[in-house]
């Protein structure tokens, strides 16, 4: 009989891995659920897929280009053994913001948490389940962000045979320490904001200030670097890279032939698994019974206990909703429902902040401060390269990708109602509206109020509020039109719309394509003057507006599916 122990303990392993891949698989299919309804659809189905298709691995391939072209530049100034951390770094602050941002949501309070629970799973294979899926989705960021970068840096150094034996370890414990950090961040926000009287309100609040902290400890990289010689400055950025993430630093100096740094680095790698495996196990049932038990004051308040002072004033609303548009109503509510989901929230809010971030920093911050570099020949190719970056921080998010999706199961109480497509679609194009145009103004306005300090001319004054203005309107008309027709109502989360649909991801790497195209097009015309460099992006801000238009026109004939 003792005999048999070693078999049966093999058996409940592999039944215990089956039970957590079947899991996985099913999550992961139905990311890609709309992929698969496409395949068995009709020709006309098959060609959206394709064309989609083709926009998305354009937009991948242009982001692939330009991390490997700045490789390259890297490589030959000098800076080999810096650039492979500098991407490590990055991926892992997008890895990190991702973590934060769908954490959670994805972690403890998901639609299927009951039904998940109810099956004859033990807490552990949930917990792996999760951490497993949410790993694969993060490890995307490595493949368009580090891989690249590896390849280019491979290619022109032709690294030692230790490079080879330790790049795949490397890139699969990339996304370890910022899920890990990330992770415990987000357990951290939830159990806050879970006991506030608006707990979605300050879920985001805080996952903003996290995000932001982040975003000004990173950007301390590249305050003190100096331009006297290349070879300080790469023991500067190196030195920089060491304080902003060590993981990091010890990745890079792994890889040139220090066994003891990158065994470092894959110690806290695993040990950060297992830290946030162990705690997950352990508080995963207890930390949702304590989220989904707090209930918020006036949650508890029995409604035959309203004051007439409530009555009163819920009669008055009654009133006031009457006597309002039905597109103004239906953008009051949009906007409620916009901060009720602290995910689409956090997830689409950055373009507007990136826009702020970017005028008030170009307008009060010196640029040899943010790029350690004092150069005026830089500085004027930052002011006119300007709006593209605009156009970037607008194109990188939009609500009504995913506005149409989320109304779940709710969108029956819409279409049961007197109302025009052209009046639900307008209410949701205006809540994105209302979010990107006071950024870009504000934006412009400071810039406006320091154009003598910059030197901005004429030109620059028109382009800065032309060019984000109108890609603010092509972003919100492009993102309804793909998630019309990319409408997806079968999910469990709000992070599946938000994150990981198809209209989501159509419309980021449409933006993404749009806006590397326009900067490769910038440098390709900047040669021929800045008339003309001018003529092309009020032309392309032309054909932005006429492309609005068409979208919303096209819109108009999709109707909600019922």
């Known amino acids: 009989m003792a005999s048999n122990l070693p078999v049966a303990a093999k058996g409940v392993k592999n039944k215990v891995k089956n039970k957590v891949l079947l899991i996985v698989k099913v999550r992961i ?17 098959k060609t959206k897929l394709i064309v989609y298709s083709l926009l998305m691995i354009y937009a991948l391939g242009m982001m692939i280009y330009t991390i490997g072209s700045f490789t390259k530049a890297f490589v030959e100034v000098g800076f080999a053994d810096v650039v492979l951390p500098m991407m490590a770094t990055f991926g892992a602050m997008l890895i990190l913001i991702s973590t934060v941002f769908r954490g959670g949501n994805s972690l403890f309070a998901p639609k299927d948490y009951d039904f998940i629970s109810s099956l004859p799973l033990s807490n552990f294979e949930i917990v792996i389940s999760r951490l497993i899926s949410q790993y694969i989705y993060e490890f995307f960021f490595v493949l368009i962000v580090f891989l690249p970068a590896v390849s280019v840096y491979a290619y022109l150094v032709s690294p030692p045979l230790i490079f080879w034996i330790l790049i795949i370890p490397t890139i ?37 200030l996290f995000v932001f ?12 670097a100096n331009d006297e010689k290349i070879a300080e400055m790469g023991e500067a950025l190196s030195a920089k890279l060491r304080y902003a993430y060590y993981p990091a630093y010890l990745l890079g100096r792994g890889l040139t032939g220090d066994i003891l740094s990158w065994l470092l680095f894959f110690t806290m790698s695993v040990v950060s698994v297992a830290i946030l495996i162990f705690f997950l196990n352990k508080n995963h049932r207890k930390m949702y019974a304590y989220i989904t038990s707090i209930k918020t004051k ?26 309002t548009f039905p597109t103004m109503a239906l953008y009051k509510k949009e906007f409620r429902r916009y901060f009720s989901c602290p995910v689409y929230v956090l997830n689409t809010i950055i373009g507007p902040v990136m826009v702020l971030l970017f005028g008030g920093a170009v307008s009060f911050v010196p640029l040899e401060k943010i790029f350690g570099i004092a150069d005026p020949a830089l500085n004027w190719m930052i002011f006119k390269v300007l709006p593209i970056a605009f156009v970037f921080a607008v194109m990188l998010s939009s609500t009504t990708s995913s506005s149409i999706s989320l109304e779940g199961e709710g969108r029956y109480n819409i279409l049961s109602a007197p109302l025009t497509n052209a009046q639900i679609y307008r209410s949701k194009i205006l809540v994105n509206l209302t979010l990107l145009l006071p950024a870009v103004f504000i934006s412009w306005m400071l810039l ?35 998630n019309l027709k990319h409408q997806k109502f079968d999910w469990k989360t709000e992070a599946e719309v938000v994150k990981q649909s198809a209209a989501a991801a159509i419309t980021v790497f449409t933006g993404m394509g749009i806006s590397i195209s326009m900067g490769i097009g910038f440098f390709l015309i900047l040669k021929h003057g800045v008339v003309w460099l001018f003529a092309a992006q009020m032309a392309v801000s032309a054909l932005a507006l006429v492309l609005s238009y068409v979208c919303w026109r096209a819109s108009l004939k999709i109707k909600i599916k019922g």
């Not at 299919?29 to 189905?45: E, P, Q, T, W």
């Not at 902290?213 to 003190?224: C, E, I, K, R, V």
């Not at 901005?456 to 309804?480: E, H, N, Q, R």
């Open 298 to 323: 006036a949650e508890r308040r029995p409604v035959s206990k309203r004051t007439p002072t409530d009555l009163s004033s819920a009669k008055t609303e009654a009133v006031n909703v009457k006597r």
């Open 448 to 482: 406006l109020i320091c154009r003598s300090k910059l030197g901005f001319d004429v030109y620059d004054i028109i382009l800065t509020l032309v060019v984000p203005a109108s890609f603010s309107i092509f972003a919100s008309c492009f993102g309804l039109f793909i």
């Open 213 to 224: 902290a982040a975003m000004g400890f990173s950007s301390t990289m590249g305050m003190y």
């Open 29 to 45: 299919a139905g990311i890609f659920a709309g992929v698969k309804k496409a395949l068995k659809g009709d020709s006309r189905d």
């Open 172 to 208: 699969l414990l990339l996304p370890c320490i910022p899920t890990f950090i990330g992770g415990l961040v987000a357990v951290v926000i939830t159990v806050i904001t879970s006991r506030f009287r608006h707990k979605n309100l300050g879920t985001v609040i805080f996952g903003l």
